[in-house]
Nanobody
Framework: QVHLVESGGGTVQAGGSLRLSCAAS????????MNWYRQTPGKQREFVAS???????NYLDSVKGRFTISRDNAKNTVYLQMNSLKPEDTAVYYC?????WGKGTLVTVSS
């Protein structure tokens, strides 16, 4: 059974940084496409970033140059480093692989 647990969310001022973590069990993150999504109330969940087994990455246009996705195979964990945060980045951030989702971690960016 796949289990994804996000952590690292919190409240930060605009321009600040946070690092989200997604600890996985039941799968090996090295062999999977691992994704981060985010959702705000009243909006659809949107793709933020992905990292594939070959370490290739993709990003939502609005976070390119500010966010970096990475993984630590030894810790079976995926990270999302978020820099230069903006109020519009405020959302619940979810870790995902295929049909499996974590419960999310809340990021709030104050202006």
């Amino acid at each position: 059974q796949v289990h994804l647990v996000e952590s690292g969310g919190g409240t930060v001022q605009a321009g600040g940084s946070l690092r989200l973590s997604c600890a996985a069990s039941g799968i090996s993150v090295s062999g999977k496409a691992m994704n981060w999504y985010r959702q705000t109330p009243g909006k659809q969940r949107e793709f933020v970033a992905s990292i594939l087994s070959d370490y290739s990455t993709n990003y939502l246009d609005s976070v390119k140059g500010r966010f970096t996705i990475s993984r630590d195979n030894a810790k079976n964990t995926v990270y999302l480093q978020m820099n230069s945060l903006k109020p519009e980045d405020t959302a619940v951030y979810y870790c995902n692989t295929f049909s499996d989702w974590g419960k999310g971690t809340l990021v709030t960016v104050s202006s």
